[in-house]
């Protein structure tokens, strides 16, 4: 059981960056993915959450209107767009994964309501 996160890297302020993660060793289709991040001497926040089919998605408010979520069920991937990106956006951003069996979407937002976990990617943002 493993996810895989890529693509972050250093943008400037006002850029985009798509970020990718990628799954295996589980029945992708039947989780709900999520978005967290953790910025420098912070505790890991959500960012934003998929159903297991892609209908459904919340975000913080920090993010919402910029960032946006998808998933392709077929290639085991979640994808986080990130538009007008500013500093504040610098993290390490992780995608996790909870089982759909567990129940709907609303309202998993801590940490702990998620089981699997990726390594992190580091996002920074110059002003």
Request: net charge positive.
């Amino acid at each position: 059981v493993q996810l895989q996160a890529s693509g972050g890297g250093l943008v400037q302020a006002g850029d985009s960056l798509r970020l990718s993660c990628v799954a295996s060793g589980f029945t992708f289709r039947n989780y709900h993915m999520a978005w967290f991040r953790q910025a420098p001497g912070k505790e890991r926040e959500f960012v934003g959450s998929i159903g297991w089919s892609g209908d459904v998605t919340y975000y913080a408010d920090s993010v919402k209107g910029r960032f946006t979520i998808f998933r392709d069920n077929a290639k085991k991937m979640v994808y986080l767009q990130m538009n007008s990106v500013n500093p504040e956006d610098t993290a390490v951003y992780y995608c996790a994964a909870v089982s759909a069996y567990r129940g709907g979407l609303n309202g998993l937002t801590r940490q702990s309501d998620y089981h699997v976990w990726g390594q992190g990617t580091l996002v920074t943002v110059s002003s």
